[in-house]
């Protein structure tokens, strides 16, 4: 019996040394191996004739071997067969491999495939130098390599690809048509797709009429099934724990009263937009109701995702609880702290900053504060959530996630017993596929309107040898009484003292480019108060430059401020260079960013900067950088909190992903009803757990 959880030991070709190289490579049952998809495919089904080949041809020749003999020449040794179809014959030579003379004998049938050259070893013709080979009983019978659609595989541990292909054509073959399908008939039917033993036969053993285009494409009804199947799993799982979450009842409603109402009025500098207003509309809904608010807030920069994320905590401390706000970085958790601490400057709140630095008893009396409620809002990375870390009553979690935390670190907060909401903020725009998979079970928010009187921002690349130009836009700038941010980047995070030397002498350059103009400087290793003294300057305007190593990406709102000169822009992700564009352009004033670019460009590092000189569209943005990174880089390995997936790919497989989470959110909803039986089954069946490494789903 046909067994896909069975040892792959016992694969004919495979053996007990294999399997255990194998499992090192993920690979221990006979399904996983069947998982190894093809890298793609070489349509090998006709044979050329011999009479037609002309140099550059890749083709598949069938034929007798007429002549063959092993030769030395240069202390290598050469195998060369002359194979005749009828119509002529065709040279081909093998470098040390004097083994085939055991196989590639005179008389027997074979087939060859590779690129066809012009005779550079005397010959007048054509040959192939080093091309696969295949023997066959007859000269025109489809084998195993060759006379087909045949798969090329990556190597997997011990075994080549040519041995895969070998090891799997005769797997698949085996798979029998009424392999069980976990999958349900009525799901099939509404997916589309085809059987499981169907889909994993023609996976490894195409069929003679299918499209090559389209099996290269993963668009063929074997590959169509998997990927479908693996993206349906993932997003019923996402949809399931959100109907668990929304039937979860959390400690707290929260109640906007009109106190709370005044302590909004006193802390806002501005009027909100129409966007923010719906937004913080949304998120007053979900706090005041008696469930979990999970709930993903997303915008351009600049369209003032922040404030409504304080607003929120506001809305939490009247109410009585404590709001925690977790940056990705540490750095970005000292800005957010110091931006908050000027906002809330009016108002009775203690806001904590819960650093890396803070030793002894600084470190003990900030953890007192906070189990104690004394301090109200909390700043931190997701240490916050760590060991050693009590709240007196935690009502609100923010974080701000900048594509860094996952959906196992948003339930880190309901293990640790914190009945809290839980408010997800990215610094940036995220790729829809991104959307629907890493945050597919929250609730989203899109801040889709800046501020009145924002102006849009004129950016330009420029070499380091153009220095002269870049120092004059900054001149003019600050010569009409407007002001210039100029960020370096540093090495780790950590910064260290050779970045800030490096800083050091780069902010002197820019005072002897500017005599008489007030040159600032910024880097981590300043004390909190020395950056917020450096900070408070530029913000009141007596500062025209600020030279910076420290990421100003959040939280500094200088509308005077109208030039962001950015070195080495080559070495920045495409979202933080748009993240600190999005400094500038803040007031009436016309803006330029510069993003200087030193040494030759990588490919990758020059469509960056395109996109970036191209677009404001922050969406766009992150779609293109998608694109750039490939889904591999671009996610990470499981950074995001992103499935194990075996089949699909986010980024070619994004029109699936909308199929497949439109029907598993209607199931789930179907699931709720008396139904449901079979496809709980399913999704047991499919290893939700064990396959995307995610916690139950209620």
Known sequence: MFDLGGPVQFVKGVGPQRAEALAKAGVRTVEDLLYHLPLRYEDRRRFARVAELRPGMKVAVAGTIAVAGLRRARRMSLYEVRLDDGSGRLKALWFNQPFLKDS??????????????????????????????????????????????????????PLSGKALRRILTRLAEEVPGGLPDPMPADLRARLGVVGR????????????????????????????????????????????????ARRRRKGIAFDISDRAREAVKRILPFHLTTAQKRVLRQIAEDMKSPHPMGRLVQGDVGSGKTMVALLSMVIAVENGCQAAFMAPTEILAEQHFLTFRRLLARCPYQVELLSATLRGREKSAALERLASGEAQIAVGTHALIQEGVRFHRLGLAVVDEQHRFGVLQREDLIRKGYDADVLVMTATPIPRTLALTAYGDLDVSVV???????????????????????????????????????VYPLVEESEKLEDVRAATQMAEEWRSALP????????????SAAKEKVMADFSAGVVPVLVATTVIEVGVDVPNATVMVVEHAERFGLAQLHQLRGRVGRGPHPSTCVLVCHGRLSDDAQARLDVLVATEDGFAIAERDLEIRGPGDFFGTRQWGLPGLRASNLLRDRDLLEQARDVAFRCAEEMEGAGGTALKAFLEQGGWERRFGLAEVG
Request: charged share 25%; glycine share 12%.
């Open 448 to 486: 889709d309107e800046r501020p009145p009187g924002r102006q849009p921002v004129t950016t330009v690349a420029r070499r380091a040898s153009d220095r002269r130009a870049v120092v004059d836009v900054v001149r003019t700038e600050v010569a009409a009484g407007r002001q210039a941010y100029v």
């Open 516 to 527: 008489g103009v007030g040159v600032a400087l910024l880097h981590g290793r300043m004390k």
């Open 104 to 157: 590639l004998q005179r008389g027997r049938h074979a087939v060859l495939f590779g690129v066809v050259e012009r005779d550079s070893y005397g010959g007048a013709g054509v040959m192939m130098s080093s091309p696969q080979w295949e023997l066959v009983e007859e000269e025109d019978a489809p084998g195993v390599h060759t006379g087909r659609i045949v798969p090329v595989y990556e190597r997997l541990g």
């Open 197 to 244: 033993g169907e889909a994993l036969r023609r996976l490894h053993v195409p069929g003679p009429d299918e499209d090559v285009g389209r099996l290269n494409a993963a668009r063929g009804d074997a590959h169509v099934r998997l990927i479908l199947e693996e993206l349906f799993l993932f997003q019923l799982g996402l949809a399931l724990r959100r109907q668990g």
